[in-house]
Protein backbone atom coordinates (compact mmCIF):
# COMPACT_ATOMS: atom_id res chain seq x y z
CA UNK A 1 0.00 0.00 0.00
CA UNK A 2 1.20 3.40 -0.92
CA UNK A 3 1.49 6.24 1.63
CA UNK A 4 -0.01 9.33 0.52
CA UNK A 5 1.99 11.96 -0.76
CA UNK A 6 0.97 15.15 -2.64
CA UNK A 7 3.45 17.45 -4.49
CA UNK A 8 2.39 20.66 -5.97
CA UNK A 9 4.32 22.67 -8.07
CA UNK A 10 4.24 26.27 -9.01
CA UNK A 11 6.56 28.43 -11.25
CA UNK A 12 7.42 31.71 -9.89
CA UNK A 13 9.69 34.51 -11.64
CA UNK A 14 11.19 31.10 -12.97
CA UNK A 15 11.71 29.58 -10.10
CA UNK A 16 10.32 25.66 -9.56
CA UNK A 17 8.37 25.63 -6.46
CA UNK A 18 7.28 22.27 -4.96
CA UNK A 19 5.27 21.65 -2.09
CA UNK A 20 5.35 18.56 -0.41
CA UNK A 21 2.28 17.30 1.85
CA UNK A 22 1.96 13.96 3.65
CA UNK A 23 5.14 12.11 4.16
CA UNK A 24 7.62 10.80 1.61
CA UNK A 25 8.37 7.47 2.41
CA UNK A 26 9.29 4.05 0.86
CA UNK A 27 6.37 3.32 -0.70
CA UNK A 28 6.07 6.77 -2.73
CA UNK A 29 9.69 8.03 -2.96
CA UNK A 30 10.74 6.50 -6.43
CA UNK A 31 7.49 7.53 -8.15
CA UNK A 32 7.32 11.20 -6.27
CA UNK A 33 11.09 12.20 -7.28
CA UNK A 34 10.56 10.87 -10.74
CA UNK A 35 7.72 12.88 -11.74
CA UNK A 36 9.70 15.91 -9.68
CA UNK A 37 13.09 14.85 -12.37
CA UNK A 38 10.71 14.53 -15.65
CA UNK A 39 9.36 18.17 -14.16
CA UNK A 40 12.31 19.80 -14.08
CA UNK A 41 14.27 18.48 -17.07
CA UNK A 42 17.27 19.97 -17.89
CA UNK A 43 18.62 20.88 -14.60
CA UNK A 44 21.06 23.76 -16.26
CA UNK A 45 20.49 27.24 -14.89
CA UNK A 46 17.29 25.53 -12.70
CA UNK A 47 16.54 27.50 -9.92
CA UNK A 48 14.40 25.66 -6.96
CA UNK A 49 12.63 25.77 -3.99
CA UNK A 50 11.30 22.67 -2.34
CA UNK A 51 8.68 23.61 0.43
CA UNK A 52 8.60 21.02 2.83
CA UNK A 53 5.59 22.90 5.01
CA UNK A 54 3.12 20.04 4.59
CA UNK A 55 5.24 17.28 5.00
CA UNK A 56 4.93 15.03 8.00
CA UNK A 57 7.56 12.27 7.65
CA UNK A 58 10.59 11.61 5.42
CA UNK A 59 12.54 8.65 5.44
CA UNK A 60 16.68 8.25 4.35
CA UNK A 61 15.48 7.50 0.32
CA UNK A 62 13.57 10.82 -0.09
CA UNK A 63 16.69 12.75 1.80
CA UNK A 64 18.96 10.70 -0.53
CA UNK A 65 16.91 11.99 -3.87
CA UNK A 66 16.59 15.80 -2.11
CA UNK A 67 20.47 15.81 -2.02
CA UNK A 68 20.57 14.23 -5.87
CA UNK A 69 18.95 16.95 -7.14
CA UNK A 70 20.64 19.78 -5.63
CA UNK A 71 24.13 18.22 -6.88
CA UNK A 72 22.54 18.11 -10.00
CA UNK A 73 21.55 21.57 -9.46
CA UNK A 74 24.75 23.10 -7.86
CA UNK A 75 26.87 21.09 -10.59
CA UNK A 76 25.25 23.23 -13.65
CA UNK A 77 24.86 26.49 -11.81
CA UNK A 78 21.66 26.63 -10.50
CA UNK A 79 20.36 27.40 -7.07
CA UNK A 80 18.19 25.33 -4.51
CA UNK A 81 16.69 26.19 -1.17
CA UNK A 82 14.45 23.98 0.97
CA UNK A 83 12.24 25.86 3.08
CA UNK A 84 8.84 25.70 5.49
CA UNK A 85 9.90 22.52 7.47
CA UNK A 86 8.28 21.40 10.16
CA UNK A 87 10.42 21.42 13.77
CA UNK A 88 10.26 17.39 13.20
CA UNK A 89 11.50 17.22 9.76
CA UNK A 90 13.95 19.70 10.19
CA UNK A 91 15.47 17.74 13.41
CA UNK A 92 15.33 15.17 10.95
CA UNK A 93 17.24 16.73 8.03
CA UNK A 94 19.84 18.60 10.92
CA UNK A 95 20.60 15.12 12.19
CA UNK A 96 21.83 13.71 8.44
CA UNK A 97 23.59 16.79 7.63
CA UNK A 98 21.39 17.90 4.86
CA UNK A 99 21.25 21.48 6.55
CA UNK A 100 24.95 21.86 5.77
CA UNK A 101 24.59 20.85 2.19
CA UNK A 102 21.55 22.69 1.07
CA UNK A 103 20.53 26.27 1.96
CA UNK A 104 17.71 25.85 4.43
CA UNK A 105 15.26 28.61 5.45
CA UNK A 106 12.31 29.13 7.37
CA UNK A 107 10.25 30.77 4.71
CA UNK A 108 9.17 30.53 0.78
CA UNK A 109 9.56 34.29 0.80
CA UNK A 110 13.63 34.04 1.70
CA UNK A 111 14.35 31.19 -0.43
CA UNK A 112 13.27 33.45 -3.20
CA UNK A 113 14.95 35.98 -2.00
CA UNK A 114 17.88 34.72 -1.56
CA UNK A 115 17.71 32.78 -5.36
CA UNK A 116 17.26 36.21 -6.87
CA UNK A 117 20.55 37.84 -5.14
Known amino acids: MQTLIEVNKKLENG???????WELDETNADKTFKTIYDDI???TWKN???NLSGL???????????ADVFSNIEDVNGKMYISNCSEWVKDILE???????????DTEAEALSAIKK
Open 56 to 66: KYINSKSIWYI
Open 48 to 50: IIF
Open 15 to 21: INIFEFS
Open 95 to 105: LVGITTIIPTV
Open 41 to 43: GDF
